[in-house]
């Protein structure tokens, strides 16, 4: 099914939670704003029904987020449910509780995995992620790699204190890995925002030092965003404060309370009244596809 732009939407991203065991400064949580009390999670019940009405729309790619999705002790059974309709099986992840389940994980049928790893450095880590957890997020990536699971896409958020390391991080990728290069990313009111000033770093002159060293630089569909080959690859993820970015998106997003939303920054949710009706699933996401449009 298609947006009113044209641009088919494939892609449907759900965010399993709003707890995470770190504190990361640049975190965006999804778009989610904090809870008080207990959260209602959406629970594999209803997953199911999301993931079976997506498919019978076109969609066939799901991406799991949180907070820190590993912290659903039923992450793996999510997973399995998710096979049932989807081709393609992606997770996000801190990494930190990822080495004693990513076999588990594997045999459920998940396909791919985004970790972040903003520092080869564990104090520099730590500084970023607000806890010492620098040795269990590499036994997380080495122990995915292990099991067969590939791509791995090693996000790195770039601000002030780490992005001398890049060429480092190239360094450390195997085989089946990726570099995400990733631009920080501003509150809505841009560089008003004294954060993003301080921390934000530019990432051109960084294009311009891969396009130098690349031996193919391509550029994905998605966001139209560059890879570069060197030949070990590297994507540079710009903000998604530009009309490019938003005109190539093909996602819609569900809340950890199991809402519809059209866009990371767009708060108009739309609630499914009965997950056990698949007309009603359905016309959700369906209204959802047909209201999206560019928010930049």
Same mark, same amino acid.
């Given at each position: ?8 939407? @494939? ?5 399993? @939670? ?25 629970? @594999?019940?209803?997953?199911?029904? #999301? ?13 799991? *987020?949180?907070?820190? !999705? ?45 970790? @972040?790893?903003?520092?080869?450095? !564990? ?54 890995? #990726? ?24 990432? *051109? ?25 060197? !030949? ?22 569900? *809340? ?14 739309? !609630? ?25």
């Amino acid at each position: 099914m298609n947006a009113p732009n044209g641009m088919p939407i @494939t892609n449907i991203r759900i965010s399993l @939670t709003k707890r995470c065991n770190l504190k990361c400064f640049y975190c965006h949580r999804e778009g989610e704003l904090l809870y008080d009390g207990i959260p209602k999670e959406i629970n @594999t019940s209803e997953i199911d029904s #999301i993931l079976k009405a997506s498919s019978d729309l076109g969609i066939d790619r799901v991406r799991f *987020t949180g907070g820190e !999705p590993l912290v659903r002790k039923d992450i793996v059974d999510v997973i399995s449910v998710a096979s049932k309709y989807m081709k393609d099986i992606s997770l996000s992840t801190n990494g930190s509780l990822l080495a004693p389940i990513a076999k588990d994980l594997k045999e459920a049928g998940l396909n791919r995995i985004n970790v @972040t790893l903003n520092s080869l450095h !564990p104090e520099v880590y730590a500084s970023m992620v607000g806890a010492d957890v620098f040795h269990d997020v590499i036994a997380g990536i080495e122990g995915a790699h292990d099991v067969g699971i590939a791509p791995i896409k090693i996000n790195m958020v770039v601000v002030k204190r780490n992005y001398k390391e890049i060429p480092d991080m190239i360094d450390y990728l195997k085989d089946g890995m #990726i570099l995400q290069v990733i631009e920080l990313i501003a509150s809505r009111d841009g560089e008003k925002d004294s954060f993003y000033r301080e921390n934000h770093v530019d990432l *051109t002159p960084i294009e311009s030092y891969l396009a130098e060293r690349a031996v193919k630089i391509e550029e994905r569909q998605k966001h139209k965003r560059k890879r570069y080959c060197l !030949p070990k690859v590297v994507e540079v993820v710009r903000s998604m404060h530009n009309p490019t970015f938003c005109k190539h998106c093909n996602s819609i997003r569900v *809340t950890s309370e199991g809402k519809v939303k059209k866009c990371l920054f767009n708060n108009d949710l739309k !609630p499914i009244d009965d997950f056990e009706d698949p007309g009603n699933v359905r016309r959700v996401l369906e209204k959802t596809i047909l209201e999206k449009r560019p928010y930049w």
